[in-house]
């Protein structure tokens, strides 16, 4: 086989993986002198002169022609008997200059350079893709689903590149067909082995995030910052916004006329419950603001600690908890600051934690991830409406109020 005929039988390579012509003769030439050095043992004295137009290549060995029976290295030198059969006119001292063929190399080293050139352009091919996505770290991407399995789906974008979407980074209401765009944010790109593994996320903060700067020109433009989000994905979330341009309503731009402007992003994040809440400094209002919708009689904070004693009036209780205790937990996450819930009036309670001898501690759990976690407060709940609140059966909660009762009527 022809020298030419080689690289024109790499060309499927070139196609198939988008590498310029250049880039695949600079790669071939190294692996050439590869298996030139493993050949010859050196390849310092050989000149690989390349076409990229035409894609060909030469291969050179300069050797220096010394006297009969005076050769020491081979590959450096030639006598000068063979040099004559060469050029008669060669002399003791001179450069000869003979082109290697590739089959002077061997079929073994012929296959071996097939597979070397394989794999350094599969190399080259994702140390590309690696730094290409390494650059888009955090930003959205859109991929069209290619194949579902239980514990992932793998995309494929428009350049035939693998990204993985885990389950865990799906939002629970998200249902996936082959053949659908999928968006969501590169949370992370990763060389395992040669290969990159690219994961996108839709429950990352940052896709709301970037959602935002998507749909709404203001945070696009900078006009307004997003100072914070927290999410539980599918359920609810809250953003904290500011703008620098007292003109401007941050909210009020945020959600649009009668939400028109965050409508689209509640219905890519699966109809999650959007709280957009006004940045300030004032921790007191930064936290009841934070509780909406409930309103806030008085808080009184303990920065030490980073606890904050909040006091609603009964009825506002609920709200401020939220239902499964999604809206007091995203209040705390949101303003750096743990929050518990008094009622106005009620100057007497106990914490749960109180009654561990009584209760096992895995239902106090239970009653804390639905945000209560005093006794009266769980004395207030409706026993049927904390059976769906929580993972306990009605006669557990029964129990519980039994016991709690018993307290205060002592």
Known sequence: MENLALID?????KDDKLIDRVTLMAILEDVFRNALKKKFGDDDNFDIIIN???GDLEIWRNRIVVADGEVENENQEISLSEAQKIEPDFEVGEDVS???????????????????????????????IYKQFKDLEGEIYTAEVHHIRHRAVILLDD?????ILPKDKQIPSDFFRKGENVRGIIESVELKGNKPNIVLSRTAPAFLEKLFEQEIPEVFDGLISIKNVVRIPGEKAKVAVDSYDDRIDPVGACVGMKGSRIHGIVRELGNENIDVINYT???QLFITRALSPARVTSIKLDEETKRAEVILKPEEVSKAIGRGGHNIRLAGRLTGYEIDVFREGVEEDVELSEFSDEIESWIIEE??????????SVLEQDVKDLVKRTDLEEETIDDVMRILKEEFED
């Open 9 to 13: 039988s790499f060309s499927e390579f």
């Open 52 to 54: 990229p137009d035409k």
């Open 98 to 128: 003979e082109e290697v063929k590739l089959f002077d190399l061997g079929r073994r080293s012929i296959l071996a350079l097939r597979q070397n050139l394989i794999s350094k352009i599969q190399e080259h091919d994702n140390t590309n």
């Open 159 to 163: 350049e035939g590149n693998e990204l």
């Open 281 to 283: 400094n004032n921790l």
């Open 367 to 376: 009653f804390a991830k639905a945000g209560l976690d005093t006794a009266k």
